[in-house]
């Protein structure tokens, strides 16, 4: 699955939730999909309050997981695909100068000098 691809999936979810949200505010602006109170609500309309309003929220956490997923496949993408020459630095064998150079190491008591080889 490429990025592209996970991101037409979070439009698709931005749609169906902007739809189904206008669709409730528009039509069942009075309609709360559960009514704790004693006012007489039509079957339907509160049948359709809370399917419009289930779909609201399977669209945000659709949604929510697609942006994340994208993310997360451009930062992997972005680590991998680095080029080698910017930032790069041969690495250091051991025995090695950061320029290059050899050095030897001789003890001498306790401690340990490093000399650069001539």
Known sequence: ?????????????LIVFAV???????FLW???PVSWDQ????LWALGAA??????E????VVAGLALI?????RLTCSCESAPDHVGARRP????????????????????AHAQPMS
């Open 1 to 13: 699955m490429s990025i592209g691809t996970v991101l037409k999936l979070f439009v698709l979810a």
């Open 20 to 26: 189904a949200f206008g669709l409730r505010r528009t």
């Open 30 to 32: 009075d309609v709360a």
């Open 39 to 42: 006012d007489p609500q039509s």
């Open 50 to 55: 809370f399917l419009l309003r289930s779909l």
């Open 57 to 60: 929220n399977i669209a945000a």
């Open 69 to 73: 997923v994208a993310g997360a496949m």
């Open 92 to 111: 250091i064998a051991p025995g090695q100068g950061s320029n290059g150079e050899l050095i030897v190491r001789r003890s001498v008591g306790a401690e």
